[in-house]
């Protein structure tokens, strides 16, 4: 039961445009929202993060959006750079779980020079 | 800061063996969770150790134990190792388990290959 999911296991975009990564998820109990980047060989490293009572967060080139009657989020990196070419997690939990996140199955993206 | 430091980086055991994974969390982080990574189930939550208890469990057979010590450091222990235990396994600290905050620090990860 997969309760996220990134329906694209891979992306490649051009240095310098959009990237949109997409994700879904079933648990209405999920009231937080994290996307994680993950380089080879390396440890997650949290890149931004929703709670549930807002529908945008950005910092940076990153911004995060949440439709939560669709239960959907994506990830917008404006622009890409080449140093962004990883794979990237969303992940969510709720209150009562800690630091108990589930993560989507990852979508590697490839920013082209 | 140290980060999170997770040994050893790579093993190989062998099947019905059992293992034990190391997780020295950053300094002054009192929380400890363990995922497990595979690239058919992506990243599973195993459990989360607070002030040396166990907070959350996730969907794994009693074969994955774990602990936590006074000075926060963690281990988790993996007994009759079976072909699918092969994953990738990373440690993440905290200062405290709220999950809300997104401040969750993941070591490099222990690579276990059962034979």
């Known amino acids: 039961d997969q309760q996220v999911k990134q329906n694209s296991p891979s992306l490649s975009v051009q240095e310098g445009r959009i990237s949109i990564l997409n994700c879904d998820y079933t648990?209405?109990?999920?009231?937080?929202f994290l996307w994680y980047k993950k380089y080879p060989a390396e440890g997650p490293t949290f890149l931004i993060s929703?709670?549930?009572?807002?529908d945008k967060n950005e910092d940076g080139r990153f911004t995060v959006f949440l439709n939560k009657s669709a239960k959907h989020l994506s990830l917008h990196i404006v622009p890409s750079q080449p140093g962004d070419s990883a794979v990237y997690f969303c992940?969510?939990?709720?209150?009562?779980?800690?630091?108990?996140?589930?993560f989507g199955g990852g979508t590697r993206v490839l920013v082209k020079p | 800061k140290a980060g999170v430091t997770q040994t050893p980086r790579y093993l190989i055991k062998t099947r019905g063996q059992q293992v034990t994974l190391s997780c020295s969390p950053i300094?002054?982080?009192?929380?400890v969770s363990w995922y497990q990574q595979t690239p058919g189930q992506g990243l599973q939550f195993l459990f989360e150790y607070f002030s040396e208890t166990q907070r959350n469990k996730g969907n794994f057979p009693g074969r994955f134990s774990g602990r936590q010590f006074s000075n926060s450091r963690s281990e988790m222990n993996v007994s009759t190792l079976e072909l699918g235990d092969s994953a990738l396994y990373l440690c993440?600290?905290?200062?405290?388990?709220?999950?809300?905050?997104?401040?969750?620090?993941f070591g490099e990860g222990s690579r276990l290959t059962v034979l």
């Open positions: 648990n209405s109990m999920f009231d937080y």
């Open positions: 300094s002054g982080h009192r929380s």
């Open positions: 992940a969510a939990s709720d209150k009562a779980a800690g630091n108990k996140l589930t």
């Open positions: 929703i709670s549930s009572i807002k």
């Open positions: 993440a600290s905290s200062l405290v388990p709220s999950g809300n905050t997104g401040e969750l620090f």
